[in-house]
């Protein structure tokens, strides 16, 4: 998969990978159908593994030639050494579990550095629905209530809080609209959030 197939597919993936070094060992959390790890280890000789839990998407990983482990990422990631990876990626994911900050730290753990993207829910339509009385459905949150994955609802702010309790300092932060930055009133106009963090040096 070339860069041009990637941004057609899927442009937050990317103007992510843009953060990911080239020859880098690198775990995707929450892989999905394995895109994005197909695209790195074809265009920047990447190696590493996906994880993801959905039995469908388990045999595109694999045609994409992905190494893909089936594990419920609240299991936590005890399979993993301290500091196995240079890179670990959560990709709109995050928002889909129960021990957020559990996750979170086995990611410090495990990883030199990580990228963490989720919906923001500090975006302008998710906060004008509010207003009118009704939970936020949108293209980063497609889902009614009744029948959403997603268990946790973050901001940006709320999301920079929680990184530096778990040990991880914050690199950048961007947020995304359509795969493109959106520089002013990112936590207002930006539908998606982008971190890139690694562990805090000890003081």
Known sequence: MNFRELIA???????????????SHVLDLGCGDGVMLEYLQSEKRC?????????NKIPTCVSRGVSVIQQD??????????SAFDTVLCL???????????????IARVGREAIVSFPNFAYWPHRFALLRGRMPVSKSLPYEWYDTPNVRCATIKDFEELANKVGLEVLECIALHEGKPVSFLPNWRGSLAVFRLRKKTPA
């Open 47 to 55: 190696i590493g593994y996906g994880v993801e839990i959905d039995d």
């Open 9 to 23: 597919l899927r442009p937050d993936l990317a103007f992510i990978a843009h953060w990911v070094a080239t020859d």
């Open 73 to 82: 990422l609240e299991a936590g990631l005890a399979m993993f050494t301290d």
């Open 92 to 106: 709109s994911a995050l928002q889909m579990m129960k021990n957020v900050e559990g996750i979170l730290a086995d």
